[in-house]
């Protein structure tokens, strides 16, 4: 069974602060991270390859350092990884980043199972999945929990919805995408991690001539969306203060939730 | 492709340095610097005062869209029932279609959902497209991209917004690919820029740190998911029209790939302090796990969850998954309620993107007040138990 992953390397959002006067981000220092969810992809691919045979490929969009993450899956027991790096890339909104992911795993060719994270830490938009699957014309299975069944035809997956879960089967190939609660990632292994920052480490790069595809199609010539601006998110509110005895402050309180839509 | 100086107009105002959402710009000496870290994303150049930046990336044309019109929601159902994030979309689509004098309509698709119409209309559809087949019974990826892309490629709609629930946030991405199709997910705030009649998607990224606003400018429909919870759901009178349309969805089974097995709900979901709308949080001030009892009360007559801050947490008060702040969870609910909390910096940026804060709290110098829509100066023993009543007594009228 052939299985490529999709991961990304994302800032550690937890580990962000704010400056206390002026609200704007602080960004030094920062590390960067395998995406939470994308080590759970990693996992699955992990352990069918240990199951099924058949060979585990890494492909990442990102810039040059980003190699470090596909490093780190390679660790974790990934066979190969393949870097998506070019200047042209940058900039891309879900629909370009997709575009060009799906081009580079229609050069792979061979795959049974494509494998993503829900979403990402850093844009939180959990688009890329099905936008890669509808692109290779593949079913999608989001939100997987727990992976029933699974051979070389068909796959049997739980679906978290929030309110419970749905069993869903489908054909093979299939993009699922998976969330934590599916397994829990193995740590890097030190002899992989060595190997895989060794010269002849398992790496390609590629760039948009490698995909063919024109600049117009690829980071921000094309995408269809703009971010016009961005900005912190208010710190300081009115503060109103409620007065009174508590009974009184209370009333007022109420009046002001129910003026809100909030009771 | 790269961004471009221009160090005779650049005055070193630092706008583009903050405004980066990637650290990519920097000034030194007094003159803004690209650094390693810029995507070329274009953010600064439209928004230098001096026009100082530039790049070489091709402005595209965008398309001749005057025949687009029409504002258009995506009814999610579910055995018949409307999905609640359906009536906040009419209630988000009324005033973008009154902001741009043009026709709120709801795309319904299901089995025997017939019924659904009257609601939609009272909370504000004045047209429903209605696809009924039994392939659309239960949402399917496939089969429900196939006909709304359908709908979409006939009818040519201006705007067209998703909920964000699991069921909105598999399918959205999917026709946005389908059609070619912009995508901003997860907005909590959409409304229409008055100069180009365009639709501003804002929505927060990096963990709810930084807000962006984003326009689709290239494609149509202007496509957006909505966090369910946000917006308000705005019922009208019953004597407007609604016009149905009934959609022939010539679905055949092999258009449904996958098969739904079968649906297992769950009675009560596990602690998501993400997901919750209301968060009542305890600081120091509760004194003791005994202490958190009226915060559980409140919580329940709020449909809230419990939270804390790290001092409560370390204390043994609360478990791990209910801390509130830097070292724990960043939450954005739709309100907040800090109770005994003195207000730290650290404790305010896991909160500071919830829409509405009350701020209960014996000191009337503690900094929370200043994060706090509302503030009540009193001990929250006393003041906690009485709005737990107010509300409760509220409830039974």
């Known amino acids: 069974m052939n299985i490529i992953t999709l991961i990304k390397q994302v800032p550690d959002t937890t580990d962000i602060k704010t400056d206390p006067k002026t609200g704007n981000l602080i960004r030094e220092g920062i590390e960067s991270i395998i995406n939470p969810d994308d080590r759970h992809a990693i996992e699955v691919a992990v352990s069918l390859k240990e199951k099924y045979k058949g060979k585990s490929i890494v492909v990442s969009m990102g810039p040059p350092q980003a190699i470090d993450a596909i490093s780190e899956a390679i660790g974790m027991g990934i066979d190969e990884g393949i870097l998506l790096a070019d200047r042209n890339f940058g900039g891309a909104d879900t629909w370009a980043t997709s575009f060009t992911l799906g081009k580079a795993i229609e050069k792979i060719n061979a795959y049974d199972l494509i494998l993503c994270g829900r979403q990402a830490i850093d844009g939180d938009t959990a688009q890329i999945g099905p936008q890669v699957a509808e692109f290779l014309g593949l079913p999608q299975l989001t939100y997987v929990m727990d992976i029933e069944e699974v051979d070389d035809r068909r796959i049997i997956v739980k679906r978290g919805l929030g309110n419970g879960y749905e069993r869903v089967e489908s054909p093979l190939p299939a993009l699922i995408t998976v969330i934590g609660e599916l397994n829990k990632p193995r740590y890097p292994r030190v002899d992989l991690l060595i190997n895989a920052c060794k010269e002849n480490a398992r790496i390609t790069l590629w760039n948009a001539a490698d995909l063919k595809v024109s600049v117009q199609e690829i980071g921000l010539s094309g995408s269809l969306t703009r971010v016009i601006k961005t900005f912190s998110p208010k710190v300081k509110r009115e503060g109103e203060m409620l007065k009174g005895d508590k009974g009184e402050a209370v009333g007022q309180l109420i009046e002001r939730l129910a003026g809100n839509y909030l009771i | ?397």
Request: aromatic content about 6%.
């Open chain 2, 1 to 397: 492709m790269a961004i471009f100086i221009d160090y005779d107009l650049c005055t070193g105002c630092k706008r583009c340095e903050k405004i980066c959402p990637y650290n990519g710009i920097e000034v030194k000496d007094g003159k803004a610097v690209v650094n390693e870290r810029c995507t070329s994303c274009g953010v600064c150049i439209d928004n230098c005062p001096e026009n100082a930046i530039s790049s070489d990336i091709k402005e595209k044309e965008v398309p001749d869209f005057r025949d687009r019109k029409g504002i258009w929601v995506f009814a999610e159902q579910a055995d018949g029932v409307m999905a609640k994030v359906t009536k906040e979309l009419l209630g988000l689509g009324q005033s973008l279609a009154k902001d741009l004098n043009q026709e709120l309509s709801a795309v319904l698709l299901g089995n025997n959902v017939g019924h659904l119409i009257e609601e939609l209309q009272k909370y504000g559809a004045q047209r429903v497209y209605l696809a009924q087949h039994e392939l659309l019974s239960v949402y399917q990826t496939n089969p429900y991209t196939k006909v709304i892309s359908e709908i979409i490629l006939h009818n040519k709609p201006s705007i067209f917004i998703i909920g964000a629930t699991p069921i909105g946030r598999d399918l959205a991405p999917r026709i946005s690919m389908r059609l070619n199709l912009g995508l901003t997910a997860d907005c909590t705030e959409l409304s229409i820029d008055q100069e180009d009649g365009l639709l501003l998607q804002t929505r927060p990224a990096f963990g709810g740190n930084l807000m962006a606003t984003i326009k689709t400018a290239y494609s149509r429909p202007q496509m957006a998911t909505v966090r369910p919870g946000v917006m308000e759901s705005k019922k009208i009178g019953t004597s407007s029209n609604c016009e149905v349309i009934h959609v022939d969805s010539s679905l055949t089974k092999e258009d449904v790939v996958t098969r739904v097995l079968e649906f297992v709900g769950e009675k009560k979901k596990v602690v998501s302090l993400n997901d919750a709308k209301v968060i009542v949080a305890g600081g120091r001030g509760v004194g003791s796990e005994e202490g958190l009892k009226p915060l559980f009360e409140l919580a329940e007559a709020l449909g809230a969850e419990v939270a804390g801050t790290r001092i409560v947490i370390e204390e043994g008060w609360l478990p791990v998954e209910r801390q509130v702040g830097q070292t724990g969870q960043t939450v954005r609910p739709e309100l907040y309620v800090a109770c005994g909390i003195s207000g730290a910096i650290q404790h305010r940026a896991g909160m500071l993107g919830s829409r509405y804060v009350i701020a209960i709290n014996k000191d009337e110098r503690a900094p929370i007040f200043e994060a706090a829509d509302w503030g009540i100066v009193g001990d929250l023993h006393e003041v906690v138990p009485t709005l737990t009543n107010a509300i409760l007594n509220r409830k039974g009228k």
